[in-house]
């Protein structure tokens, strides 16, 4: 049930974004997706990944597309994970829709199709996943604590940053995110009289705000290799 990718896979994929160029896609689709540009890379160049025939998933070599090397082999990528990205795209959009309408509670509604439906891996799912997962999740976390629902949406980052332990951008949006949380709830603590509370809210979003400065940094860093300067 997997494939190698060539130049088929690159028309469909290209039909999947629509008549609209690369780099007018929307940043949710860049981030959600970014083995997108690997692949057309690839497939522009005629050229097909392949795996161990053992299914470790690591490439190994690259053929020309329609070589009877990639016969033998198991293909990197998926239609598990071309799907859930689909469906992911779409969800999003269907999410869009429903905030366009001022319906947030249709748009939460939607978003936890994706978070608490069939994804894959399992238990264990690719890096991929987890990055859209855990923007997923962070989408909802501002959902639910903008409409006063604090620990929902506390519960939402902390499932988030589960997924997404490394120190990435998708960690460092959660803890911003995780920020935002705090600060609607320090003003609400504020406008019921809880100074004590308010404070304590305040010092967590603070303190939130701090580390996601400091892993975005981590990640610019890395990227630049020259120290960011």
């Not at 470790?56 to 799907?83: F, Q, Y």
């Not at 795209?89 to 939607?110: F, G, N, R, T």
């Amino acid at each position: 049930n997997r494939f190698c990718l060539g130049g088929a896979l690159m028309g469909r994929l290209m039909l999947q974004t629509g008549s609209r160029a690369l780099g007018s896609v929307s940043w949710r689709v860049a981030t959600a997706a970014p083995w997108l540009l690997t692949v057309l890379w690839a497939a522009g160049l005629g050229l097909v990944a392949c795996a161990e025939p053992d299914g470790a998933g690591v490439p190994v070599t690259a053929v020309p597309a329609g070589s009877c090397e990639c016969a033998a082999a198991a293909p990197v990528v998926d239609p598990a994970l071309l799907a859930f990205l689909s469906k992911a795209k779409a969800i999003h959009h269907q999410a869009d829709m429903a905030e366009e309408d001022q319906a947030p509670e249709q748009a939460i509604e939607v978003l936890l199709r994706l978070v608490d439906g069939p994804v894959p891996g399992g238990q264990e799912p690719p890096p991929e996943v987890r990055e859209v997962l855990a923007d997923t999740l962070a989408r909802l976390a501002e959902l639910r604590s903008a409409r006063g629902g604090f620990e929902a949406a506390k519960q939402d980052v902390q499932r988030g940053l589960a997924l997404a332990v490394k120190r990435s951008h998708y960690r460092g949006r959660l803890m911003e995110v995780l920020g935002v949380v705090e600060q609607r709830l320090h003003r609400k603590l504020l406008d019921d009289g809880d100074e004590g509370a308010a404070k304590e809210a305040k010092n967590r979003a603070i303190e939130a705000f701090g580390q996601a400065v400091a892993i975005q940094d981590d990640v610019i860093r890395d990227a630049l290799g020259d120290g960011g300067r």
